[in-house]
Nanobody
């Protein structure tokens, strides 16, 4: 059974940093592009960052230069390093990957709150 478990969220002041982790199980992790999404209250879920199996990365314009996505295939884990955090980064952050059969997998989410 596929499972994604996020951790590392919390409360931080504006300008601070957090590092999110997402541990995957039940999947051949190294073969999938992994994504981080976020959803703020009253807003649609949005894609924040992606990393391919070969570690090519892509970012939303709103986080470019501040966030870094990385992966450790040996540990089946994807990370999101978030620096220079802003109050508008406040959201629940979700780990995701889309399987080869169109199946979509989500973690339970981790809350990030940035105070001004």
């Amino acid at each position: 059974q596929v499972q994604l478990v996020e951790s590392g969220g919390g409360l931080v002041q504006a300008g601070g940093s957090l590092r999110l982790s997402c541990a995957a199980s039940g999947v051949i992790f190294s073969t999938y592009t992994m994504d981080w999404y976020r959803q703020a209250p009253g807003k649609q879920r949005e894609l924040v960052a992606s990393i391919t199996p070969r570690s090519s990365t892509n970012y939303a314009d709103s986080v470019k230069g501040r966030f870094t996505i990385s992966r450790d295939n040996a540990k089946n884990t994807v990370f999101l390093q978030m620096n220079s955090l802003k109050p508008e980064d406040t959201a629940v952050y979700y780990c995701n990957f889309a399987g080869f059969l169109g199946d979509n997998h989500w973690g339970q989410g981790t809350q990030v709150t940035v105070s001004s």
